[in-house]
């Protein structure tokens, strides 16, 4: 019978509602306390998570997304006329383009044997045994043969290889490679961004390119991105985009450089769709400070045929390197998130009484008589005859759980 009477008043009081009781404790100090954190915690919650993170609204934070480039110009260098077939790589690309300012030829290379160059490890040698055949340096330009031979016509000997002659290296050291001055005018070269993203949880699409079905070829032509009078025109002078890099084009002439282009979408569509418009930013992204391979550069060949042989021109290019990266974030209202962050606010604003009984029981004096009031201790209870001696600090009114410390404790 004792567990069945268990059960049965565990089952029934399940369904009591239990609420706390409520003291009024009229101290100025807590009461300035209590009301500068509710202050506080409520101008958290309306003005950062609703109006500015817009916490009543459903996001999206991955878009879909494409990327055109093309970039545009001419150059004079000496008598020769460059376009972009001569400087672009490529012509016509994605999120990556990159234009050469800078470059290094080596001309009439061809395959054959010569020797290896004397900074690569292991390269030097005084006789055939201290070069391993067919072995292959991956530091090095190319398979050795097994002989040990003059470097050239100087005294000292390294590892004979077999690969494309003269080596770049050596063709630098005795000016057989030709640097060719930097393409200054390439400031003034212009490249095209296209993109259209796609927010597939609100079927929204949008380009960074304004429609305008009268003049809109002609705008493209002429215009150059500029933030206050151009803030459509998808077309960014390089000298433009190593200004907001805060990069000296001239260095970048020199050594090359990275540099990402971010299109930023964040897209109220609470608002008219027509108002989800793109802001640009600039960075450089590659490590510049005390390293060897800072900036960037990238090597390719010119293949000819001379008597029948082939031949190639190999070219080391140093420029600037654009990587277009695109961030997109668009939200609406929707009733789930404003519930669910309505209720975390109005529970949020309970920490304030927690704070305040906290000090109100560890630093208030008197604190005991408050303890005895918050907290009710059945082995403190008084019998029914020592009910009728004991004075009371406070009125009990009927119905009503309510009680006021204001009198008969020191505060």
């Not at 070069?131 to 090095?140: A, I, L, P, Q």
């Not at 429609?211 to 000298?239: A, D, M, S, T, V």
């Not at 930023?264 to 989800?276: A, F, G, I, T, V």
Request: with cysteine.
């Amino acid at each position: 019978m004792g567990l069945l009477e268990f059960i049965k008043d565990y089952f029934l009081g399940f369904w009591d509602y239990e609420t706390p009781k409520v003291m009024v404790v009229k101290n100025k100090k807590l009461g300035v306390i209590y009301r500068g954190v509710q202050f506080l915690v409520i101008t958290y919650f309306i003005w950062y998570v609703f109006i500015s993170q817009k916490a009543y609204q459903d996001s999206e934070t991955r878009p879909e997304s494409s990327v055109y480039t093309k970039m545009k110009g001419t150059a004079l260098q000496g008598d020769h006329i460059l376009d972009m077939v001569e400087y672009v790589r490529p012509s016509e690309g994605g999120d990556v383009i990159s234009t050469i300012l800078r470059r290094e030829v080596t001309h009439n290379q061809r395959q054959g044997t010569c020797a290896e160059h004397f900074t690569v490890p292991s390269a030097n040698c005084s006789k055939d045994a201290d070069c391993t055949s067919r072995e292959v340096n991956f530091d090095g330009n190319g398979q050795r043969t097994g002989r040990c031979v003059p470097y050239y016509n100087q005294t000292f000997k390294t590892c004979e290889i077999q690969t494309w002659c003269p080596i770049e290296d050596y063709a630098k050291s005795v000016v057989v490679a030709f640097r060719e001055p930097a393409l200054t005018e390439a400031i003034n070269f212009t490249v095209y961004i296209k993109n259209a993203i796609h927010f597939p949880k609100f079927k929204v699409l949008r380009g960074n390119i304004k429609p305008n079905k009268r003049n809109g070829q002609k705008y493209l032509n002429k215009c150059h991105y500029n933030e206050k009078e151009h803030p459509y025109c998808p077309i960014f002078r390089l000298g433009y985009i190593a200004e907001q890099a805060r990069e000296k084009f001239s260095e970048l002439c020199r050594t090359g450089g990275v540099i990402g282009v971010f299109i930023n979408w964040k897209c109220d569509l609470d608002l008219d769709p027509s108002e989800c418009t793109p802001t640009y930013s600039f960075r450089r992204l590659d490590l510049r400070k005390n390293l060897p391979s800072s900036g960037y550069n990238f090597r390719f060949a010119k293949y000819y045929s001379k008597d029948g042989e082939e031949f190639r021109t190999l070219i080391k290019a140093f420029g600037i390197r654009l990587d277009v990266i695109v961030h997109g974030h668009a939200g609406r209202f929707s009733i789930i998130p404003t519930i669910i962050n309505t209720v975390t606010a109005m529970t949020s604003v309970g920490i304030c009484s927690i704070i305040c009984d906290w000090i109100m029981l560890t630093f208030i004096d008197k604190n005991d008589i408050y303890s005895d009031r918050k907290f009710d201790d059945d082995s403190k209870v008084p019998s029914p005859s020592q009910l009728l001696t004991v004075p009371t600090e406070f009125t009990i009114s009927y119905g009503s759980n309510h009680s006021d410390l204001s009198e008969g404790v020191a505060l």
